[in-house]
């Protein structure tokens, strides 16, 4: 992980509470991933990448507590358009739960972890229900491998169905 210096924010949010929420306009100094310095008018340091953030807010990453990366390829399919919630995992996971291998759960983690980095999210717990009888792999480990590509922390949480229409349960 190379040094870091980012400078000329409009604003550096802390994520810390009250006033303290609020460090203004300062550069921050990272090393090895890790906040070091925090003042105004840093100057880089030798070997030191500058990231200009003129016109920017800083502030940390998000943390998403609740994610299914496997139905980040499931969006529009048009059986579940307008379901509400039961009616959408009737139509649209569950019967294609037996279908997905690692290669789909790839491309799925791919688009959701690229979806969160967007949107400022750092850190994502994924609530993976996919297990069953004859799959390719753990299949968890298609989701580390692709977090740790894109360079987001990442914890592996055991999903689990809903009462409603449950997925068909194959041995694990």
């Not at 991933?33 to 990231?51: D, H, Q, R, S």
């Not at 649209?92 to 037996?98: D, E, F, G, K, Q």
Request: charged share 20%; net charge negative; glycine share 12%.
């Amino acid at each position: 992980m190379s040094d870091l210096l980012i400078q000329g924010a409009d604003a550096v949010m802390t994520g810390r509470a009250g006033d303290a929420a609020r460090a203004g306009a300062v550069d921050i100094r990272v090393r090895d991933g890790v906040i070091k310095e925090m003042a105004a008018g840093l100057t880089p340091a030798a070997g030191e990448e500058v990231l200009d953030a003129r016109g920017c807010v800083v502030y940390p990453g998000w943390v998403n507590t609740h994610h299914h990366l496997f139905q980040s390829v499931l969006k529009a399919v048009p059986e579940g358009i307008n379901e509400p919630l039961f009616g959408w995992l009737g139509a649209v996971p569950y019967p294609r739960l037996t279908r997905i291998r690692d290669r789909h759960l790839g491309v799925a983690a791919e688009v959701g972890l690229a979806e969160l980095l967007l949107s400022g999210t750092t850190t994502c717990a994924d609530h993976h229900y996919i297990y069953y009888g004859g799959l390719d792999s753990e299949m968890g480990d298609v989701l580390f491998e692709v977090a740790e590509r894109l360079g987001l922390r990442f914890t592996l949480c055991r999903g689990g169905a809903t009462e409603k229409r449950p997925p068909p349960r194959l041995p694990q």
